[in-house]
Structure formats: C-alpha cells, structure tokens
C-alpha cells in the first residue's frame, strides 16, 4: 500500500493509499482496445440479425447445478462458485448451458425452433495465456428445437459469412461430426470412456498423434489397439470425398458413424451449391470439441496466417442438453465467436486502426466568443451521421492537434475570425496532412469524400 501527503490548512496528512491493479486474467478495456470490440460485436450481430436470429439475455449466476457437469469435469474445475445467502451459485462459464436453461423455461411461449444470438461475459478459472482471459465476451447464435440438417448447414453459412463480414479471407473452417467419432467408440465398445478420448482427440494438434494415444491408454484405459484405431480413423487425410469414402468404410456396419457420414456429404453438397470458396471449409475427423454436451456436426475457425492462436469461432450440435430441464425434446445447434481471441490475432496482423475515439471529426476551438458556432458546426454534422467531437478548451492549437493525432481523428476543422467572416472553414485530412479551406455550404461533400 503506498502512502501519499495530503496538505490540510497547515497540517499534513498521511493517507494510505490502495494499489491500484486488477486480478490475474482479468483486464481494463482502454477506448482503443474498447472500440474494436464494440465494432466486432455490432458486426456480429447484424450478420446474426441477417438470419433472423433474436437477441435474449441471460444472468450472469446460475444455480450451480445448472452448470455443473454439462460442459465436462474441466469445466466444472474452472467454474467461478461461491455461496450467497444460502445458496450455492456459480458464474457462466458459456453461454449455451444458460440458454438451454433458458429455453426449457421459457420455451412454450417463444415456441419451435427459436433461433437467438447473445453477446455477454462469461468467467473461466483457466490459466491465462495470450488471448486468453478469465473473464472474456462470448457472441453465440443457435437455433434450438429441429434436428434438420439444414439448421446445421446454416449454422456453416452463418459462420463463414461472419468471418467474411468482419474483413477475413484467408481462414479455414474445420468440421467433423460427432457421430462419426461416436460410431468409432461403439464399435470398439468405448461409449463409457467417450470424455476421456474426446479430451485426449481435442490435443492432438498441440502433442501429436504418440502423446495422445498414451494419454488416451493412461486417462481413458484404452488397450493399445483400440487406441491406434481411433488415431486412424482421425487422422484420415486426402480430399473430401476421399476422406468420406475412408470414414464410409471403416464404420460399415455402425449405424450412428454413417449417418454422421451422410449428414457431412450432405454439408459438403450445400456448400458446392452456395458457392462458398471450397478452401475455407475443410473436413476434418480429428476435431472433437471437448466439451460433453456435442453430439452432431461440430465447427473450429482457424485464422490460416495464425493458427496457432486456436479456434476463433467454434460450435456443433447439441441434441440432449435441454433435456436435462425438461421432457420436452429440443435439440440445438450453434457456435460462439471468440470476441478476444480474434481480436488479439487482428492485433498481431495488424488489422486494427488505432484510435481512441468513436468520433472521426475533430472541431478545435480558436476563440471562445465562437463557441456556440463551433457547437453549431458540429451539431449539424452529427445530423447527417457523422460522429463528432468539439475540443473543450481554447488552448494554443498544436496542442488541439496534438489531441487530434493522440486519438486518431481523421479530420480536423478550424475556424478562426478570418473563417467566420468568409463563412469557410479550414478542414485537415489527418491521414494525408492536406489542409483545404472549404466554403460552408460545400463542407458535408468534403468530409463525405475524405472519409469515403
């Protein structure tokens, strides 16, 4: 704690001050960091709304029993829990767990098949690491309440034209189906050690094909064999089809396995037929999703100039969650847009512009008898639009530029006794250093032309 002297009247006062810092995993959000995120988000949700998805909202405690055991025994590590009078709370770890929730209690009067985006907070108790926080936004859409393929497919779409929209191109969607390893581990007679292989599959990018056969013969107690068969069938390289004939073969025989066969041609066809760049969406059977509640078509986003980082954008179907609060049957499907991580990679490419405002015109104040014009003058263009901001103060005017540079304006508008007499004012373009003197009634054209 540090201690700080304080001047009262004649006497000196000694004040214990408190160290100002924040939590391990948890971070502020300075105006440039915050206006990227808002602006992701607001992507995000118009290209949610495109498809009609509804915004919902949800607490941020549950009951802890709501949460605990729906996302795998890591999850309910990672749960922020606590007790408050008397009862046994925790803080969302997602946002799909809350909505099944929320759609068994409210789900006779929204009616079948909703489909709802929401964008909130979530709490992770994980180590932290570049990207990753443990307090972090999730941006989910689902559609619960039909086991149509089709919902599947859109949920692809949604995906691909999300990443699209926010200004990517080069990135890979990797899918695979849930039945398909499911149909593996029932022919191998492994159902009861699915959490232990799926958790062990979900590393394989990161320790290889050796450590995740020992730790699925360690963990999951999977003889040698029957782990050799899994990395196989996993592992299956070559182009679709022919990745799909091979999966065809090896689960001949095993009703769940084809018919997560048959759903993934039925994907890829829908993808042919939309027109969508073939590279951007690969199959891939080694992908799992660690998470329990997965049952069907599962998606990972990969940014290709920075895979390392992990999945941007990830999701799949899940036909039983719901069923833990209600009789009522309501299989999902949906994905969630990894807000920070994404926004750290873009970081790291170089694709965020860095400002400080959410206001691209700067009015500078030369004189205060002027000041209810500039007001005026920034008035009238938030009229049309524009987001503007008027400098408070009358101070020297390199130091109102400086301002301007500090937080990213892109123009700058000044107006002096000379400006006001002949009703033009002087409008800088920041990015280019050109400084032209425009006539008042030609100044929306002007700026709409810089800023275009």
């Not at 605990?68 to 997602?94: C, I, L, N, P, Y």
């Not at 909130?120 to 936004?137: D, I």
């Amino acid at each position: 704690m540090n201690s700080a002297a304080i001047q009262s009247g004649r006497t000196t006062v000694k004040k214990d001050l408190i160290e100002p810092k924040t939590l391990k995993g948890f971070r502020d959000y300075l105006p440039a960091a915050m206006i990227p995120r808002e602006q992701l988000i607001e992507t995000a949700k118009s290209v949610y709304r495109s498809y009609g998805f509804s915004p919902i909202d949800t607490p941020a405690l549950e009951y802890t029993e709501i949460l605990t055991g729906k996302g795998g025994t890591e999850s309910d590590k990672q749960m922020f829990r606590f007790e408050q009078g008397g009862r046994d709370v925790a803080m969302r770890f997602d946002l799909t767990v809350p909505f099944a929730r929320f759609a068994a209690q409210n789900i006779g009067e929204l009616g079948t098949p909703f489909k709802r985006y929401h964008v909130g907070t979530v709490w992770r108790g994980e180590n932290p690491q570049k990207g990753r926080y443990r307090e972090f936004v999730q941006c989910d859409f689902d559609t619960i309440g039909t086991t149509s393929n089709s919902a599947d497919i859109e949920t692809l779409f949604v995906i691909h034209d999300l990443m699209v929209k926010i200004g990517f191109s080069d990135f890979t969607i990797h899918i695979n189906n849930r039945k398909i390893l499911n149909g593996l581990l029932e022919s191998l007679d492994l159902q009861s050690r699915a959490a232990e292989v799926l958790r062990a599959l979900d590393k394989l990018p990161k320790i290889g094909a050796d450590a995740v056969i020992k730790e699925m013969q360690e963990q999951g107690k999977l003889s040698q064999t029957q782990a050799e068969k899994v990395i196989s069938l996993t592992t299956v390289k070559g182009s679709t089809a022919e990745i799909l004939n091979s999966l065809e073969k090896q689960l001949a025989g095993n009703e769940c396995g084809e018919q997560g066969v048959a759903y993934l041609r039925e994907v890829f066809d829908a993808v042919d037929k939309a027109g969508i760049v073939s590279d951007r969406i690969v199959l891939d059977p080694s992908i799992a999703r660690g998470l329990d509640y997965y049952t069907g078509t599962i998606y990972e986003t990969f940014l290709n100039q920075l895979p390392g980082i992990g999945s941007v954008c990830s999701g799949g179907r899940y036909d039983n969650l719901a069923e833990l609060f209600t009789t009522q049957q309501l299989p999902g499907v949906g994905a969630s847009l990894g807000l920070d991580r994404l926004l750290a990679a873009m970081q790291e490419l170089n694709l965020l512009d860095e400002i400080s405002t959410p206001a691209p015109i700067l009015v500078t104040q030369m004189d205060a008898k002027y000041t209810p014009d500039y007001l005026r003058i920034a008035r009238d263009l938030r009229m049309y639009g524009f987001n503007v901001e008027v400098y408070p103060d009358t101070k020297a005017i390199k130091k109102q530029f400086k301002y301007a540079n500090r937080h990213g304006f892109k123009i700058v508008i000044v107006a002096g006794d000379d400006e006001f007499e002949k009703q033009e004012w002087q409008v800088k373009d920041m990015q280019t250093g050109t400084q032209t003197a425009v006539r008042k009634e030609e100044l929306l054209e002007h700026i709409r032309r810089i800023l275009a």
